[in-house]
């Protein structure tokens, strides 16, 4: 069973704390990708990546890095949380070839006070 | 305007229903569209994948596409309280290399025993 894991569920954090999201996939997947999901605004792409170490910006990286030192590990890091970055946090991969077919992770519900 | 439009719902309907869900674009560019379902705190999961125009049928779920509208909707034959969930319309231009996959803001749907 295919599957794409996520470090946390729940994160509450501090405005200023330096925030780190894992996501580990186990499909051998080239491309991982970090959305936010937000009321109103649907799912809305930060960072992708199609190899390791490659990434590209996506609508809303302001804010935002990512890491990628492994091909079955995507990290979202916060350099310097804020509340506007309160959000649902989802990790997906896919295939290469087949951007479309992407699997998400359960997500990750990060508070920022 | 959005690239792609969703009514939010939320859409009840009594067990037994057929469920009509619908997404309109503005980008003609976009030749495969996907609906993925994501169940209250989970992470989508795709559901149907269809390229360019027609329809295509997977049990109680008909996919259809209408790009001379650019108007897609999906069926739900025989609707079931398992299948109440939010349904996200995606679509991009292309399948390889990579173009941002664009999703609609979800349609929260509630099959009523």
């Known amino acids: 069973d295919v599957k794409v894991t996520q470090s946390s569920r729940y994160l509450v954090k501090r405005t200023g704390e330096k925030v780190f999201l894992e996501c580990v996939q186990d499909m051998d997947h080239e491309n991982m990708f970090w959305y936010r999901q937000d009321p109103g605004l649907g799912l809305r792409l930060i960072y992708f990546?199609?190899?390791?170490?490659?990434?590209e910006k996506g609508d809303i990286p302001e804010g935002y890095s990512v890491s990628r030192e492994k091909k079955e590990r995507f990290s979202l890091i916060l350099e310097s949380a804020s509340t506007n970055q309160t959000s649902m946090y989802l990790c997906?991969?896919?295939?290469?070839?087949?951007?479309?077919?992407?699997?998400f992770g359960p997500g990750t519900r990060l508070t920022v006070l | 305007q959005k690239e792609v439009e969703q009514d939010p719902g939320p859409l009840s309907v009594p067990e037994g229903a057929i469920v009509s869900l619908n997404c309109t674009y503005s980008n003609s560019a976009f030749q495969y569209f996907m609906w993925y379902r994501q169940y209250s705190r989970k992470g989508p999961e795709l559901l149907m994948y269809t390229y360019s125009s027609g329809n295509k049928e997977d049990g109680r779920f008909t996919a259809q596409v209408d790009k001379s509208s650019k108007y897609i909707s999906l069926f739900i034959r025989d609707s079931q309280p398992s299948d109440s969930a939010t349904y996200l319309c995606?679509?991009?231009?292309?399948?390889?290399?990579?173009?941002?996959?664009?999703f609609g803001t979800g349609t929260k749907l509630q099959v009523i025993p």
């Open positions: 995606a679509m991009s231009p292309n399948s390889g290399g990579y173009q941002k996959v664009t």
């Open positions: 990546s199609y190899d390791v170490k490659m990434k």
């Open positions: 997906a991969s896919s295939f290469y070839g087949n951007h479309n077919e992407q699997f």
